[in-house]
């Protein structure tokens, strides 16, 4: 167990609807990184938050977004499913962005399928 | 893109030692050498990271080489559940770009 908890489980949602994915990183780590894995991309890092702020983009399509709380949670919502959307969803946590090395801890994730 | 080059697959007897080769010839001086690994769609787990010298710890030891240029994630007694797509990434800071790895099999 990583520490790291992301609910729901699995979703199961149709084209055209929204979502949105819930993680709640490790006690006392600042940094919450979202990634998505489909069969065909592997692990694509989506888009990485640091205490409540924005850090870094990666492939994140414009009809995703994601935040970070002040509590640090974070949620990933995703608008205009498609089916090309369905994947694996991984939270990641982080103690701090100031080090030149940060082992990063991942939830369970969330299996999203667009039907 | 990825910044390493993993073997596709290997296979490993039970209760022998697993090494598990990564070159990263293009490493930057002040990036690390970081080993995740993933079982079955599980979330990935990090396993060892390191910079310049070899380091061990309670999953693993890693074994830079002195150019810096390829490294060795070593599992001393590897066991069926051990079984998992094994990523090498070289990386600064917080960016980790996962490659395609190397699935190991662990058979009895």
């Known amino acids: 167990d990583s520490g790291v908890t992301q609910t729901p489980k699995h979703l199961i949602t149709a084209t055209g609807q929204r979502v949105t994915l819930r993680c709640s990183p490790r006690?006392?780590?600042?940094?919450v990184y979202w990634y998505q894995q489909s069969l065909d991309q592997g692990l694509q890092f989506l888009i990485h938050?640091?205490?409540?702020?924005?850090?870094a983009k990666g492939n994140i399509l414009e009809r995703f977004s994601a935040q970070q709380f002040p509590d640090l949670h974070s949620e990933l919502n995703l608008s205009s499913l498609e089916l090309g959307d369905s994947a694996l969803y991984f939270c990641?946590?982080?103690?701090?962005?100031?080090?030149?090395?940060?082992?990063?801890?991942f939830g369970p994730g969330t299996r999203l399928t667009v039907l | 893109d990825a910044k390493t080059t993993q073997p596709p697959s290997m296979d490993c007897a039970e209760g022998r030692a697993a090494n598990l080769p990564c070159n990263h010839s293009t490493i930057s001086g002040n990036e690390y050498v970081y080993w995740y690994r993933q079982i079955h769609s599980q979330g990935p787990q990090y396993i060892i990271h390191g910079l310049k010298n070899n380091e061990t710890n309670e999953m693993a030891s890693l074994i830079i080489t002195e150019d810096r240029k390829s490294s060795t994630l070593i599992l001393p007694h590897a066991t069926l559940r051990d079984t998992a797509v094994y990523y090498c990434?070289?990386?600064?800071?917080?960016?980790?770009?996962f490659g395609a790895g190397t699935i190991l099999r662990v058979k009895s």
């Open positions: 990641a946590s982080s103690v701090d962005l100031r080090r030149s090395y940060n082992e990063q801890f």
């Open positions: 990434i070289v990386g600064y800071g917080n960016k980790l770009v």
């Open positions: 006690s006392g780590d600042l940094s």
């Open positions: 938050y640091y205490n409540g702020e924005e850090r």
